[in-house]
């Protein structure tokens, strides 16, 4: 978003620090800013906040700063926010009266804003506003820069967000969160302004990074035994397109399986974009997991077309028996929001109807959240809340139920999982993923974090499956 009103002195909103290097680079005197301080950051976002969110470990901890479990305990928190709905507002700002509150004990903390909500207009202002004792606001396209930005910050606030996206800055440090799944950005932004979705103005336009800087991260997760990599994108399947060169996802695919990685997995296919060249790659190499996730968003032609997806529900479904036919042992999740401006009772059940078709093997399901700034914010609404909040319930028991009926289809099977650490709900047990991405939690199997091991599923839930190791 432009945030062309905010002119004061210790406020940047455009690129006048321009980006004029593709490279990470952090001013020597800075690397001990950080000495004897900790810090604290909690992300609020999708997989690719997440990743941010590692990016700015990394950065912290190239300072000098070590991680610390509580925010009662660090020097320095930052909270890397995401915008896509608007409860996050209320949360974010909870957490913000909480660290006044530990400001008074403590006045040398630092701590500040950083992610989606900092990329928007009115909550610059009303930090600016309200919230003077945060030191740092950063947005989404300058996190190389935070070094910098804490050394501005020292005696004044500091806010820092760039309305363009700049040039992808390669080689940022990474404190990965595990040692057997990591994250790769393989493009930045998004060009679909789907008309309720605020992306497109907190993280810019799409950008993809080239292929050789892909593959070189992946080689190196290879060389430090990673078994598990996810390519990462709010529209992978639009991968290539706009680097001027003829490569696009399948060819980044079949590169990346071609290296031999245990299990590769990509998020988040656009029905517009899904290609039969991807379905292809998909089904040639058993290194590319049979999971996809499919947002539909509404089973309503009248509704997408308001939502700007340019897909159709006979379209969409074409696609999806395609991929089933194509891949029949996969599952297929989505995203569904219901209560979209103007949506019918009418064009609810047309949801249900392709719910009913698809079988989802699970769904995250949202209630519309109008954003400042997009189109469907602006549409006229005339449905009650609590007509929205019983079509949720609906769409949820649905959902659910096709849930279990997935689930159940593999008690008694064997099925590889990765294993990745101990069980939440029951530290007796491990936990861990199937290729469908099946979350299992299996018995015995403390010895096997890291290790894809087969298992046998002996009891299905909604939700998860539990199994036992199979030794040979
Ligand atoms: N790039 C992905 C989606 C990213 S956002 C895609 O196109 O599928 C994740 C999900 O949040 C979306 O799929 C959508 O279901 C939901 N979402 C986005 N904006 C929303 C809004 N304004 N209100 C409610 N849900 C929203
Ligand atoms: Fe948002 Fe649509 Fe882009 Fe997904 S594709 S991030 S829903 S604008
Ligand atoms: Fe949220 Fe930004 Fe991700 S708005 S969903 S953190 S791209």
């Given at each position: 978003m432009?945030?062309p009103n905010?002119?004061?002195?210790?406020?940047?909103?455009?690129?006048?620090?321009?980006?004029?290097t593709?490279?990470?680079?952090v001013?020597?005197e800075l690397?001990?800013?950080?000495k004897g301080?900790t810090?604290?950051?909690?992300t609020?976002?999708c997989?690719?906040?997440e990743h941010?969110?590692?990016?700015?470990?990394?950065?912290?901890?190239?300072?000098?700063?070590?991680?610390t479990?509580t925010?009662e305990?660090?020097?320095?928190?930052?909270l890397?926010?995401?915008a896509i709905?608007?409860?996050?507002h209320?949360?974010v700002f909870g957490m913000v009266g909480?660290?006044?509150h530990?400001?008074?004990?403590k006045p040398?903390l630092?701590?500040g804003?950083?992610?989606?909500?900092a990329?928007e207009e009115?909550?610059?202002?009303?930090?600016?506003?309200?919230?003077?004792?945060?030191d740092?606001?950063?947005?989404?396209h300058?996190i190389?820069?935070?070094p910098?930005?804490?050394?501005?910050?020292?005696?004044?606030?500091?806010?820092?967000v760039?309305?363009?996206?700049?040039?992808?800055?390669?080689n940022?440090?990474?404190?990965?969160?595990?040692?057997?799944k990591?994250?790769?950005?393989i493009?930045?932004?998004?060009?679909?302004?789907?008309?309720?979705?605020?992306?497109?103005?907190?993280?810019?336009?799409?950008?993809?990074?080239?292929?050789e800087?892909?593959?070189?991260?992946?080689?190196?997760?290879?060389?430090?035994?990673?078994?598990?990599?996810?390519?990462?994108g709010?529209?992978?399947n639009a991968y290539?397109?706009?680097l001027?060169?003829?490569?696009?996802?399948?060819?980044?695919?079949e590169?990346?399986a071609k290296?031999?990685?245990?299990?590769?997995?990509?998020?988040t296919?656009?029905?517009w974009?899904?290609?039969?060249?991807?379905?292809?790659?998909?089904?040639?190499?058993p290194?590319?997991?049979?999971?996809?996730?499919?947002?539909?968003?509404?089973?309503?032609?009248?509704?997408?077309?308001?939502?700007?997806?340019?897909?159709?529900?006979?379209?969409?479904?074409?696609?999806?028996?395609?991929?089933?036919?194509?891949?029949?042992?996969?599952?297929?999740?989505?995203d569904?929001?219901?209560g979209?401006?103007?949506?019918?009772?009418?064009d609810f059940?047309k949801?249900?109807?392709?719910?009913n078709?698809?079988?989802?093997?699970?769904?995250?399901t949202?209630?519309?959240?109008?954003?400042?700034?997009?189109?469907?914010?602006?549409?006229?609404?005339?449905?009650?809340l609590?007509?929205?909040e019983k079509?949720?319930?609906?769409?949820?028991?649905?959902?659910?139920?096709?849930?279990k009926k997935?689930?159940?289809?593999?008690?008694?099977?064997?099925?590889?999982?990765?294993?990745?650490g101990?069980?939440?709900k029951?530290?007796?047990?491990?936990?861990g993923?199937?290729d469908?991405?099946?979350l299992v939690?299996v018995?015995?199997?403390?010895?096997f974090?890291?290790?894809?091991?087969?298992?046998k599923?002996?009891?299905?839930?909604?939700?998860?499956?539990d199994?036992e190791?199979?030794?040979?």
């Open positions: 432009n945030l905010l002119k004061e002195a210790k406020v940047r909103t455009t690129n006048e620090v321009a980006i004029k593709d490279e990470y680079i001013d020597p690397k001990t800013f950080g301080k810090y604290f950051v909690k609020y976002g997989q690719m906040n941010d969110s590692e990016n700015i470990k990394a950065i912290l901890e190239d300072m000098s700063f070590t991680e479990e925010m305990e660090a020097d320095l928190i930052l890397n926010t995401c709905r608007e409860n996050a209320n949360k909480r660290i006044k530990l400001k008074q004990t040398e630092m701590a804003i950083c992610g989606c909500m990329q009115s909550i610059v202002e009303e930090i600016m506003k309200k919230y003077k004792w945060l740092i606001v950063f947005g989404t300058n190389h820069r935070l910098q930005i804490l050394k501005e910050a020292k005696d004044k606030q500091e806010i820092e760039f309305s363009i996206e700049g040039e992808i800055i390669e940022i440090p990474v404190k990965r969160d595990s040692k057997y990591a994250w790769i950005n493009m930045y932004g998004c060009d679909k302004f789907c008309t309720y979705c605020i992306v497109p103005y907190t993280r810019g336009k799409q950008r993809s990074r080239t292929p800087f892909i593959l070189k991260e992946a080689k190196e997760l290879v060389q430090k035994g990673y078994q598990e990599i996810t390519l990462l709010q529209n992978v290539g397109k706009d001027g060169i003829s490569y696009n996802m399948a060819n980044l695919l590169d990346v290296l031999n990685i245990p299990r590769i997995r990509f998020v296919s656009h029905p974009d899904f290609t039969d060249e991807m379905i292809e790659v998909i089904k040639t190499y290194n590319i997991m049979p999971y996809i996730h499919l947002p539909l968003q509404s089973g309503s032609d009248r509704i997408l077309k308001l939502m700007g997806r340019r897909y159709t529900k006979e379209s969409y479904m074409e696609l999806f028996h395609k991929l089933k036919k194509a891949l029949p042992h996969s599952s297929i999740t989505t569904i929001i219901v979209f401006p103007g949506e019918t009772e009418e059940e949801t249900l109807e392709v719910v078709m698809c079988e989802y093997d699970s769904a995250f949202f209630i519309f959240s109008p954003r400042v700034g997009t189109p469907a914010a602006n549409m006229e609404d005339d449905t009650p609590e007509e929205k079509r949720l319930y609906r769409l949820n028991e649905l959902v659910n139920q096709y849930a997935a689930n159940d289809k593999y008690l008694g099977k064997i099925v590889p999982v990765l294993i990745e101990r069980s939440e029951d530290p007796n047990m491990m936990m993923y199937t469908t991405m099946k939690n018995k015995n199997a403390s010895e974090v890291g290790k894809i091991v087969n298992v599923i002996t009891e299905t839930k909604t939700w998860s499956l199994g190791l199979l030794v040979d």
